[in-house]
């Protein structure tokens, strides 16, 4: 969704941004925009589109600034259009914002403020910042930032330019992050790390209701009182690597190619000297009665995963959609702890419900793949995944390095309470045989089951038991890039109604990984065939069965660990048949990769 860029410095401040912006376009927008001082005044250009369609007005335009914001756009209030694009400027053009987030009381503020006569441009919440900080009374710009934290309700991040205080930069954060980048060509802001990698050398995430000022020499840091801070930065630790595309045609591919790599290396976050399970309080966990997981999209369906294996472990747990949590009865059980899932840890959705977990006084662990996100900061306990950028809206090695955490965290918790040792638990090796498995999949028959995808009319994936969890994730996939419709059912389900939408135009992909359940599953195939569709199965078991049309065979590993491995050619499923259907699986349309407002 929306992004914020800000520079600083020595270069070229309209390349700075424009560069910041088209790396922030994975995030999902729909127009851009880029204000800098220009000979004393605030020279604003902003377009509905792409980057490069912004990039091409500003041709000849902002030569020789120094100073500027920029912002790409995912509309919510008001259309896609040049007038509702950010940068917004005041009424008389002394201050222009850009702002993410929502400003819920936006109504009544812009109501008061047209009862003074300000005159609006554009339908944004947004626009409202400007106009008050222009309206404001206050002695200085300083306290004018600071005044905004006692007007504004709902979340922000916002980066400031006042005319006639050249070269300087004015942050406040609230919900919603902004990141301070310090290079020796300047400084920069972003609302995303990615876009501070390849340009700084170290970081400092703004803290909640913090304030910045950036001037031409240094950056200063205030408390919501206005009391100075010290910023302590962080050495950057990411590489320009870990955000370029390589030599793949899709940031997707490039994102499967990476899941046994998402796979190891979070197991060896869980495995390492700074575990992150040591900082679990222990009696939270010995008294643990009731596990709550907590996400939205693929993040929940991980933790449904994780649902079916907490039982195999004998914790009790409850998989929530956090749009469900959030409204909900409230009604909080004994010894509750509360684990959010969440790959970009900036999902409105999540973080609202990982407050709501707070308020009620129950412990909250996140899992998160981004150390710079406002969930982490909102957290009791993080347990971080280290799958490294994901840009593809999509997600897939986030998925893996979702459900490694949860593993890790269910056997932690199981340990715990039956005082066993964990160093002897032998998770670590299981899964390092997933990785090997997965590092030498070849993907067989995929193509060819994404070339039958691509037309028919419906596909439904179906499982019993945690496969039933990984076909919920294997259609959100298809559905998601290829727009094809596609449903996930328990199997055992398909007869109390679904079957009457099979015929011979469906295709129907069963995931049958878990030896109990198999031959209840094979039943189900049975009854889809007689009904003429045609039906994949994805399963590590031999079989040879006339009803199977196509199978997807899969390296075996240990049972519980199945969904890490019966995933991996769905992923691929799904970026096939993208790309057969010629879309972009990178960019699937009306889809952004974090979803930050409700
Ligand atoms: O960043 P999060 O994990 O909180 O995102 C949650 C969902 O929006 C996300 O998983 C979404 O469903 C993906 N696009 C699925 O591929």
């Not at 995931?511 to 599953?521: S, V």
């Not at 972009?584 to 974090?594: E, I, V």
Request: proline share 3%.
């Amino acid at each position: 969704m929306c992004g914020i860029i800000g520079y600083v410095g020595n270069l070229s401040a309209k390349e700075e941004i424009l560069n910041g912006l088209k790396i922030l376009e994975y995030r999902g927008y729909d127009s851009a925009g880029i204000c800098c001082f220009y000979k004393g005044e605030l020279k604003l250009i902003k377009k509905k589109g792409s980057v490069d369609t912004l990039s091409q007005v500003c041709q000849g335009q902002l030569k020789d600034v120094h100073c500027g914001i920029g912002h790409t756009r995912w509309a919510t209030h008001g259309d896609p259009s040049d007038k509702n694009a950010h940068p917004f400027l005041s009424e008389n053009n002394s201050v222009a914002i850009v702002h993410n987030g929502i400003i819920e009381n936006f109504e009544s503020l812009k109501g008061n403020l047209q009862k003074q006569g300000v005159r609006f441009r554009s339908e944004t919440d947004s626009e409202v910042i400007a106009q008050l900080l222009q309206k404001s009374k206050c002695e200085s710009e300083l306290k004018k930032v600071q005044e905004l934290s006692n007007v504004l309700v709902g979340s922000y991040a916002i980066a400031i330019l006042f005319k006639g205080l050249e070269n300087q930069i004015f942050a406040i954060r609230k919900n919603s992050p902004l990141i301070v980048g310090k290079s020796p060509n300047g400084y920069y802001l972003s609302s995303d790390v990615n876009a501070l990698i390849d340009k700084t050398t170290e970081y400092h995430i703004m803290d909640e209701d913090e304030i910045i000022w950036i001037d031409n020499n240094d950056c200063y840091a205030f408390d919501k009182n206005l009391q100075a801070k010290e910023i302590v930065y962080k050495k950057m630790d990411l590489d320009k690597q870990d955000i370029s595309i390589g030599n793949f045609e899709h940031y997707m591919l490039k994102e499967i190619m990476q899941v046994p790599t998402a796979i190891k290396l979070t197991i060896n976050e869980c495995d390492s000297m700074v575990n992150p399970f040591t900082k679990l309080p222990k009696d939270m966990i010995k008294n643990l009665k009731h596990l709550t997981i907590v996400g939205c999209g693929t993040a929940f369906n991980a933790g449904m995963t994780a649902e079916h294996y907490a039982r195999e472990r004998e914790i009790i747990a409850e998989c929530v959609y956090a749009s469900e949590y959030r409204y909900r009865k409230f009604l909080k059980q004994d010894n509750e702890v509360c684990v959010f899932i969440s790959q970009s840890g900036e999902t409105a959705d999540t973080i609202e419900a990982l407050k709501i977990a707070k308020e009620h006084q129950i412990p909250t662990i996140v899992i998160t793949n981004v150390a710079t996100s406002t969930i982490n900061k909102l957290a009791d306990y993080i347990i971080p995944t280290k799958a490294g950028p994901e840009i593809a809206v999509a997600s897939t090695k986030a998925y893996n390095a979702q459900i490694t955490a949860l593993y890790n965290l269910m056997d932690y918790i199981y340990c715990i309470k039956n005082k066993i040792n964990c160093r002897t638990c032998i998770l670590k090796d299981k899964l390092y045989d997933v990785v090997d498995k997965l590092e030498n999949y070849k993907f067989d028959n995929i193509e060819e089951l994404a070339q039958d995808i691509v037309n028919t009319e419906r596909v439904f994936f179906i499982g019993r038991g945690v496969d039933y969890a990984t076909s919920q994730e294997a259609s959100l996939k298809l559905k998601e890039i290829s727009n094809i419709h596609s449903e996930s059912l328990y199997a055992g389900e398909l007869k109390h109604g679904t079957l009457a939408l099979i015929d011979e135009n469906t295709i129907v992909i069963v995931i049958a990984t878990q030896k109990n359940l198999f031959d209840k599953t094979m039943n189900s195939i049975y009854e889809i065939k007689a009904r003429g569709a045609k039906v994949a199965l994805v399963t590590q078991f031999n079989i040879d069965c006339e009803a199977v049309d196509m199978l997807i065979k899969i390296p075996t590993t240990d049972q519980m660990l199945m969904p890490e491995i019966s995933i991996y050619p769905m992923q691929m499923l799904a970026y096939k048949t993208a790309v057969l259907k010629g879309l972009n699986p990178d960019k699937p349309r009306n889809l952004a990769k974090s979803v930050t407002v409700e």
